[in-house]
């Protein structure tokens, strides 16, 4: 059965869809990848080019060696995706998808510069996103007035985006 994965950048300027569902879900350390994110890690999903499909803008790409480019939205900075040059093959970054929580990585790559303090950071405490004030400022107020105002694109395709007003 063929499945039907979406996908794309924070501002809805880049959108994709795929017509297989992506494999080797994995994480990747290497220094080139934490540079791609700016975070500790890149996570990303393989696909043939042949299933991948841009239904909204393009991507842009950074050739960061002979073989790899690195794609991101120009206009948000999202990075959307790895590209062999030497193979059929796309990998898209797994936040980038819609249903990125059925993407759960399989595989870590790049252990030699996996931050050593990485376990360490997610036992620190913690706040809830909204849920009072976490001493920065972060209010209920501050976060209502911010999701009233997102321009962030929703988890699944839209005809237009952003919204035009009614
Ligand atoms: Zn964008
Ligand atoms: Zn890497």
Redesign the pocket.
């Given at each position: 059965m063929s499945e039907h994965w979406t996908g794309g950048c924070q501002c809805g300027a880049v959108r994709y869809e795929l017509s297989v569902r992506p494999t080797n879900a994995c994480i990747?350390?290497?220094r080139?990848?934490q540079k791609q994110f700016g975070n500790f890690f890149?996570a990303f999903a393989d696909v043939n080019t042949s299933d991948f499909k841009l239904t909204r803008g393009e991507i842009s790409y950074f050739k960061s060696s002979d073989d790899a480019l690195r794609g991101f939205c120009r206009d948000c900075g999202t990075p959307i995706a790895y590209k062999f040059a030497s193979q059929p093959k796309i990998s898209v970054s797994i936040g980038s998808l819609d249903r990125h929580l059925d993407m759960k990585p399989q595989f870590q790559?790049?252990l030699e510069s996996r931050e050593p303090w990485l376990l360490e950071v997610l036992s620190l405490p913690g706040s809830v996103t909204g849920e009072g004030d976490n001493g920065v400022g972060d209010t209920p107020e501050r976060f209502e007035k911010i999701r009233l105002s997102s321009k962030q694109h929703p988890d699944h395709d839209t005809a237009n985006w952003p919204p035009r007003p009614l």
């Amino acid at each position: 059965m063929s499945e039907h994965w979406t996908g794309g950048c924070q501002c809805g300027a880049v959108r994709y869809e795929l017509s297989v569902r992506p494999t080797n879900a994995c994480i990747c350390h290497c220094r080139m990848c934490q540079k791609q994110f700016g975070n500790f890690f890149g996570a990303f999903a393989d696909v043939n080019t042949s299933d991948f499909k841009l239904t909204r803008g393009e991507i842009s790409y950074f050739k960061s060696s002979d073989d790899a480019l690195r794609g991101f939205c120009r206009d948000c900075g999202t990075p959307i995706a790895y590209k062999f040059a030497s193979q059929p093959k796309i990998s898209v970054s797994i936040g980038s998808l819609d249903r990125h929580l059925d993407m759960k990585p399989q595989f870590q790559y790049g252990l030699e510069s996996r931050e050593p303090w990485l376990l360490e950071v997610l036992s620190l405490p913690g706040s809830v996103t909204g849920e009072g004030d976490n001493g920065v400022g972060d209010t209920p107020e501050r976060f209502e007035k911010i999701r009233l105002s997102s321009k962030q694109h929703p988890d699944h395709d839209t005809a237009n985006w952003p919204p035009r007003p009614l």
